[in-house]
């Protein structure tokens, strides 16, 4: 591949040397509507560029207007399944913590 | 007889023409399709069943244009198929179809990015261009599809550098006939022959990112030949025969059965 600048600003295109498995993609999708990227599933792929091209054909149905991500399953940290409960501690008996006092005002959309 | 348009609208010749765009469309989509389940790997099995699907799609808008779209891709003898010959050759290694695929992306990219401004000049031309307009989105993707995987191909190992090499001087001789004139279609508003600077200029740049050269009079000797078959006339090269009695076996083997 040429170094175009795109290539030169992700690290993760690197390529994979000829013959070695290829690493596995996370893939996020955003829908035409959506408002955030959702995690869709993942994949194999040889870069970052033909992991793209791949979640289009499979999660996308090449539907205009979706935003793909993906990241090298390698570049996620994951909350560890052991530490669940003071991580993730519930704040139900808090109630001071909980926005639900406040009227929401004319005309703010997506809150 | 598929010759006569059945369609409303559509005059003798936009309905020729569909018919020879239709079948590129058709024949290409049904030798993708022979990758099923034969791909390098899963993620390319999904993408040329795509293509596949892509232009099958294309096939069925411009054969609607013409008449039956079932008598018109099952009922039809070899000598009346207008696909031009560069469509119906096999799909050899992937180095082969990527470099098919191409060649063709490139130049139908061009062909319909004109054909679907044409019924502004010539009304009866606006079944094609609809199709036309809507497979231009489609024909992008296949052009970069093959082009992403001609530039890996190209400038990956040296066993993949030497097959890439070889299916581009290979199919080179059956790039002549894209330029060749579409009957049906006004001389004057779509010529082909002006697209071969472009074509050559964009499948260059494609080849150069690949460090791969256009042909050449040493490594391919008919290289200005430009030994264009005669497919637009009906005439095909061996592999087409066969290719067609396994996609109609099944419709002659049960006329008038439907699916």
Not at chain 1, 89 to 106: L, M, Q, V
């Amino acid at each position: 591949m040429s170094d175009t600048p795109t290539e030169a600003a992700a690290p993760t295109a690197a390529r994979t040397p000829a013959g070695a498995p290829w690493p596995l993609w996370e893939v996020f999708v955003r829908p035409r509507r959506g408002l955030s990227h959702t995690h869709a599933g993942s994949l194999h792929a040889p870069d970052a560029e033909m992991a793209l091209r791949n979640a289009r054909d499979l999660y996308t149905r090449r539907g205009e207007g979706v935003s793909i991500w993906v990241v090298p399953a390698a570049a996620v940290t994951a909350s560890s399944p052991d530490e669940k409960d003071p991580f993730f501690a519930p704040s139900a008996d808090k109630p001071y913590r909980h926005p639900t006092f406040y009227e929401i005002p004319e005309g703010v959309r997506h809150l | 007889m598929p010759e006569e348009p059945a369609a409303p609208g559509a005059d003798a010749g936009t309905a020729h023409a569909a018919l020879a765009l239709g079948d590129d469309a058709l024949v290409l989509s049904h030798r993708l399709t022979e990758w099923a389940g034969d791909a390098p790997v899963l993620e390319e099995e999904v993408a040329l069943a795509n293509l596949a699907l892509d232009l099958l799609g294309q096939a069925r808008n411009l054969y609607a244009i013409v008449g039956d779209e079932d008598a018109l891709a099952f009922r039809r003898e070899e000598r009346e198929f207008r696909n031009v010959q560069l469509v119906e050759q096999p799909n050899g290694d992937f180095a082969h179809t990527i470099a098919r695929q191409l060649y063709f992306s490139v130049h139908r990219e061009l062909l319909y990015a004109e054909l679907a401004g044409a019924d502004r000049e010539h009304p009866r031309l606006a079944p094609i261009a609809a199709v036309a307009a809507k497979a231009l989105p489609e024909l992008a993707y296949h052009r970069d599809h093959a082009a992403t995987w001609t530039v890996r191909l190209g400038d990956g190992t040296e066993e993949s550098a030497r097959r890439m090499r070889r299916a581009i001087d290979a199919l080179w001789r059956y790039t002549g006939e894209l330029f060749e004139p579409i009957e049906g279609l006004p001389a004057g508003l779509i010529d082909p022959a002006a697209h071969r600077e472009d074509w050559l200029r964009r499948v260059g740049a494609v080849l150069e990112e690949a460090r791969l050269d256009l042909p050449d009079a040493e490594t391919v000797p008919d290289r200005d030949a430009w030994a264009a078959g005669a497919g637009r006339q009906g005439l095909h090269t061996e592999p087409f025969g066969r290719m067609l009695a396994e996609m109609q076996h099944l419709h002659r083997s049960h006329p008038g059965a439907s699916w």
